[in-house]
Nanobody, 113 residues
Framework: QVQLVESGGGLVQPGGSLRLSCAAS????????MGWYRQAPGKEREFIAF???????NYADSVKGRFTISRDNAKNTVYLQMNSLKPEDTAVYYC???????WGQGTQVTVSS
């Protein structure tokens, strides 16, 4: 199985930036796709971005141009650089490995003055 450990969440002012990290470990030969989702209170979990081992990316329209997903294949770690943050970005952010149905524990991001 794959275990995912997230970090980097916190409180940030509107217009600020945060960088989330998610490190994967466990018994898997190669992780192809890693992604990020978020969930705000009372709302469904929302797709944010994914990245393949080859570097192909895809973003939700709500974050396109503001967020950047990247990864370090040697460390099986995926990152989410979040810029120009808005209060609407407030949510718990989760990383995901769809090959194994693995999810991280989630990290809280709060955007507020």
């Amino acid at each position: 199985q794959v275990q995912l450990v997230e970090s980097g969440g916190g409180l940030v002012q509107p217009g600020g930036s945060l960088r989330l990290s998610c490190a994967a470990s466990g018994s898997i030969f190669r992780i192809n796709v890693m992604g990020w989702y978020r969930q705000a209170p009372g709302k469904e979990r929302e797709f944010i971005a994914f990245i393949t081992s080859a570097g192909s990316t895809n973003y939700a329209d709500s974050v396109k141009g503001r967020f950047t997903i990247s990864r370090d294949n040697a460390k099986n770690t995926v990152y989410l650089q979040m810029n120009s943050l808005k209060p609407e970005d407030t949510a718990v952010y989760y990383c995901n490995v769809p090959q194994t149905g693995s999810w991280g524990q989630g990290t809280q991001v709060t955007v507020s003055s």
